[in-house]
Structure formats: C-alpha cells, structure tokens
C-alpha cells in the first residue's frame, strides 16, 4: 500500500544545531507540505512544493528551509534550531485536482533545549 | 490574509449528548474538508464538501456547507467514546486548490 513516512518520529536537540526532518510519500504525488501543530494554533504552514525542483513558502516559513529533488521527498531543514520551534511536525501530500485530500504522515515531535 | 475561525476550541460532552463544531471563513472557499485526529495521531481526512448548501452523513456524522461557501459545520449525533479527539476544517482557496487554510480545531472529550 502506497504511504507517507516521517523520521524521525522524536527528536531532542541543542539551540543552534541543524535538524533535518525526513518525509517519503510512494504515491507519487506532486503536492507535499510540512505544517507544524502547537497547541491553541492547529496546523500551520511552514513550506510547500507542487513537484520537483518546486519550493514556496508559507505562513510560518523563518528559519526553515525545504528541498525537492525528487517526487517522493521533501526533507525539512532547521538551519539553527531555536526553542521556539519546538513543536510536532507533520508532512501532507496531495494528488492532482481540485479535491483531493491530505494524506498525513505521523509526525515528528521534535524538542528544541 | 484568509483566515478559517473554528468553535468551540474544548467541548466536552456526556456519552450519548450532541456535539457540533462550527467553521467561518473571511472569504469565499472552492470546497472544505473535514480531518479528525486522535490523541497522539495525526490528521485523517473525513470527507469534503464542494457544492453551495451541500449536506453529507457519515453514520452519526452530519457535514454542512453553508449556501454562500464560507462557513461549514459537523455535527455528531448521540457521541460515543470512540469519536473523542481534535476535529479540523480545512478550507480551500478559491483559486489555488493546494491552498489550505486550517482552522484551530475543536478538542472533543467524551465522558463515558
């Protein structure tokens, strides 16, 4: 059955450290996101891409970074971890369309010390 | 920006009682989607709502899409254990289908 992975599932790491979040769809979508989710905000977008090579910006996009260099992956760069982006991160992905849905990966709680 | 307000942010509710939750968006939306998510889960989608004033059961489950396309709702009938966590409205913007706009939620805790 085709899924979406994420890695890793729990993550603890120092203020200034780099963190890469990985995230692997086999349904051949073109449409990832990733979102973090903090209590009292729901989902929020940090970046999205609609195939390869593609990467935008979303609402919560500062001191985050995203690569597309192929269909399947979409890993999430923290370039220098800070406490305030300790949080769960969910990777999505989504087919062609005007209704499809969002296929959500289990997500990475990471913490920032 | 656009922006989808979701209420109530808690309910909970006694096994058995009604529970709805209530989306508003500040504009008009191409369709809106339902997710709900477990304690320590993730997001599963529900269903979708495309058309103005469309309504669709699930079971205890009854999905509203308002006439003018901004607002939405989803009630449960006569809750059960099994339906407790996070309940989310997704609306899509009109003219980018990959836009999603969330709103925050509503936590349902069901007491048996």
């Known amino acids: 059955d085709a899924e979406i992975t994420q890695s890793p599932r729990h993550k603890i790491t120092e203020t200034g450290r780099q963190v890469t979040l990985a995230c692997h769809q086999t349904?051949?979508?073109?449409?990832m996101f990733w979102y973090r989710q903090d209590l009292g905000h729901g989902l929020r977008l940090i970046h999205y891409?609609?195939?390869?090579?593609?990467?935008n910006k979303g609402e919560v996009s500062d001191g985050y970074s995203v690569s597309r260099s192929n269909t399947e992956d979409l890993p999430l760069t923290l370039e220098s971890a800070a406490s305030s982006q300790t949080s769960v991160y969910f990777c999505?992905?989504?087919?062609?369309?005007?209704?499809?849905?969002?296929?959500f990966g289990e997500g990475s709680r990471l913490t920032v010390l | 920006g656009q922006q989808v307000m979701q209420i109530p942010q808690y309910q909970h509710v006694q096994e058995g009682e009604d529970f709805t939750t209530y989306c508003n968006s500040s504009?008009?939306?191409?369709?809106i989607q339902w997710y709900k998510q477990r304690p320590g889960g993730h997001p599963v989608f529900l269903i979708q709502?495309?058309?103005?004033?469309e309504v669709k059961k699930q079971k205890r489950l009854t999905f509203q899409f308002g006439e003018a396309k901004k607002n939405s709702s989803l009630h449960i009938t006569a809750t059960q254990t099994t339906d407790v966590g996070t309940y989310f409205c997704?609306?899509?913007?009109?003219?980018?289908?990959?836009?999603?706009?969330f709103g925050s939620g509503t936590k349902l805790n069901v007491k048996p």
């Open positions: 999505a992905s989504r087919g062609q369309g005007n209704t499809g849905e969002l296929f």
């Open positions: 997704a609306g899509i913007e009109l003219y980018n289908f990959n836009k999603f706009y």
């Open positions: 709502l495309v058309k103005s004033g």
């Open positions: 349904w051949n979508h073109n449409n």
């Open positions: 891409s609609y195939g390869v090579h593609d990467t």
């Open positions: 504009t008009t939306l191409s369709n």
